[in-house]
């Protein structure tokens, strides 16, 4: 298992390095100038030319990488163009918001997904199975944007509950209760995304495990339905789920993104879409950066679960 962990932390560095890569030649591509954002459309052509050199631009590309991969690994990111703040202390505000809603999104998604998948997998195609089929059909085909407005327009505007709206996110260290309720439509969006995905993989995987011969052994020794369920299914058939959802959280920073943005929470995604706005340069690399690091973090640490609870992946 070892060895199996030290390859893909291997492979984990190399595609660290291929995003660096990316994050920063990211910034080049962008339209738009470093210098007429500072200094505006009327400067000169002599102060943006001493600008350049003070931010390093006029040296070639592949140097100013290498000092840009320099101030990275010293936790340097740069300086927001427009706030004058650092974009490492942008993205330290920021952070915890999105992992507050994904954690909390999660948190719903599985213990939805969990009974409902094992209730279903009892009795295949049976009453409760294709209810709840059609119900993650259903689910499934209802983007998180258009979700998260019918949600605002049902319970913040129609029943009145102020602290679901736009703009009314609370920070935690203010007070936890109104975060949480500020946070509660958009951590509902994303579970239910998330609760569609891991209701039919574990679904699936549960179906096809309780036709294993060892499930037969268990149900002749007069073992409950429950516990079969819980002691000899459900751990095979979790390295599914587990896979799924490494892939899941990844896709959810994206998704939202999106949210955050319509609800105004001043998360990773909002001040992303905000920095692209008013081309602060900076600020959309340095978190480009943060979150494709971060989804290969995630990985990482779910292929290390997934050899936890089934040691023959590493073996293989």
Known sequence: MLRYLTKRLMLLVGIVFVISVGSFYLIHLLPGNPATVILGFGATPEAKAILYKQLGLSK??????FVWLGNIMRGNLGISFISQTTVASVIRSALPIDAEIIVISQIMAFAAAIPTAMRSARKPDGILDRVLGATSFTLLSIPPYILIVVLVLFISLKLGVSATGPSAYVPFATDWITNLES???????LATVSYVIYYRVLRSDLIATLQEEFITMARSKGISQRRIMWRHAFRPSSVALLGAASVNIGSLLAA???????????GLGYTLI????????????????TVSV????????????INIVDPRISRE
Do not use: H, K, R, W
């Open 60 to 65: 070639p590309i592949y140097l100013q990488y």
């Open 183 to 189: 946070l509660s439509l958009p951590a509902f969006t």
């Open 274 to 289: 905000l920095a692209i706005n008013e081309s602060d340069f900076l600020v959309v690399q340095g978190i480009v950066l």
């Open 294 to 305: 971060l989804v290969v973090a995630i990985n990482f640490f779910f292929d290390f679960v």
């Open 256 to 266: 939202g993104f999106v949210v955050q943005y319509l609800l105004q929470i001043p």
